[in-house]
């Protein structure tokens, strides 16, 4: 963390405190675990998950048993044939590398920064989609090509992601984040090509494609398609003891002409009937000629 001149605090990305994030209860902002002491995260959850399956990897290959992580590897056609476990397990076959361990501090580093941001929930919510994509997407590649998957996914794309979220924070030999997404994905893509390895190139873009898509749509830039089918109205029927139209406007009629005599009435007590004008005239005649008439139709 770095102090400016005006006290407001910056970690080593150059970003702002978790003040300005999108998690605003405390209980998505609270440790998944403490650990001896240390508060364990999200991202350092995700991170000791994957140490133990490295440790148990290294162990089963270490003891001649690898045909026990041939259980736990993604095959498309195993998969089709209902050994859905695999989509989940295929991550937890991971031998000892360099890569892994590269892998290992950008969930630590770049997770870390989107868990502040967003909270853990929708953190989570974006890990869970990175490890799922790829193994459902090369299940249903497998109803033609035979597709094959083991050890951890994902990591890069969190760094994707976090270069969406905060594209101008400042990376190594002061790159830019967005710059150097764009660079190392072209790099990737041109080596994935150059060897003919069609599953890390597919791997690649489906899941930098969909941090790049998660972020944008918490940030609000992008709206899920909303479908609208025409439903069918339902067919209006004449109850049996409802009136008629033309006996509803006779009622309506009656009763404007109630309210319009009410007013002339209240119009004569308060001024006399020297205030009414000679159309008002004609219209109290008339409804005194239609009231003496009911009057005589009733005798």
Known sequence: MSLLADGRRFDQFGLPPIMNSYADTNDDQQPVMWLRGYPVYAAHFIVL??????????????????GILSWATFQSSDVLKGQVWRVITYGLVNPP????????????WFGRELEKFFGRRVFLG?????????????TL?????SMAL????????LFVAFATLYPDAMMMFNILAKWAAVVLVSIFSLIYLANHNWIELISLWVTTAYAYCFVRFQQGRFTLPSFSFN???????????????????INLAKDDSMAEMDALLDKIARSGMSSLTTKERSKLAKAREELMQKKTERS
């Open 49 to 66: 998950v994957f140490v133990a399956s490295m440790i148990a990897t290294t162990i089963v290959l270490a003891g001649n048993f690898g």
């Open 97 to 108: 590398s360099f890569n892994f361990a590269i892998d290992m501090v950008m969930i630590v």
């Open 126 to 138: 974006l890990y869970t989609g990175l490890y799922l994509l790829t193994p459902l997407l090369f």
């Open 141 to 145: 590649l497998g109803l033609r090509w």
């Open 150 to 157: 083991a050890g951890e996914t994902g990591a890069f794309a």
């Open 231 to 249: 439903q069918r109205k339902p067919k209006l029927r004449v109850l049996p003891d409802l009136q008629k139209d033309e006996t509803i406007s």
